[in-house]
């Protein structure tokens, strides 16, 4: 299962635009962003938020951070290569030998909403 990037983002020229917060290479973290299909005919998100790339199942969360271009790597080591179509666009990622095709770049304000802060409860 995936888990595990960490990245910054910066602005330049009026775009958002994200580079990787470590030693690695420097990613644009949005070109990652949608829905996958994923195992079992479910849905599986990528979501750019506070500074790191994040794959979401349901309601968990899991971490991934950069290791080459267009390779990041979950909390268990795995490496989960992203590949790109002809024009250059993200279209599918690996994970342990099996291809997971890219839906769409939109992520719901619902998943989204799985990042922001929550008021603490008294």
Same mark, same amino acid.
């Given at each position: 299962?995936?888990?595990g ?9 009026g775009?958002?635009q ?9 990613v ?12 079992d005919?479910?849905?599986l998100f ?7 790339? #994040?794959a ?12 080459s ?6 909390a ?6 992203? #590949?790109?179509?002809a ?19 939109d992520?719901?304000a ?6 922001e802060?929550?008021?603490?409860k008294?």
């Open positions: 299962m995936i888990a990037v960490l990245v910054v983002l910066s602005a330049a020229g775009t958002r994200t580079a990787a917060q470590q030693t690695g290479p420097a644009h973290l949005a070109d990652y962003e949608g829905q996958y299909q994923y195992q005919n479910t849905a990528i979501v750019a938020a506070k500074g790191r790339l #994040s979401v199942l349901g309601d968990g969360k899991y971490p991934l951070r950069a290791s271009t267009d390779t990041f790597v979950n268990t080591g795995d490496a989960i290569p992203f #590949s790109r179509d024009s250059g666009r993200v279209a599918a990622f690996g994970e342990r030998g099996e291809t997971f095709r890219r839906l769409s770049p992520v719901p619902t998943v989204r909403a799985l990042f802060a929550r008021p603490e008294d």
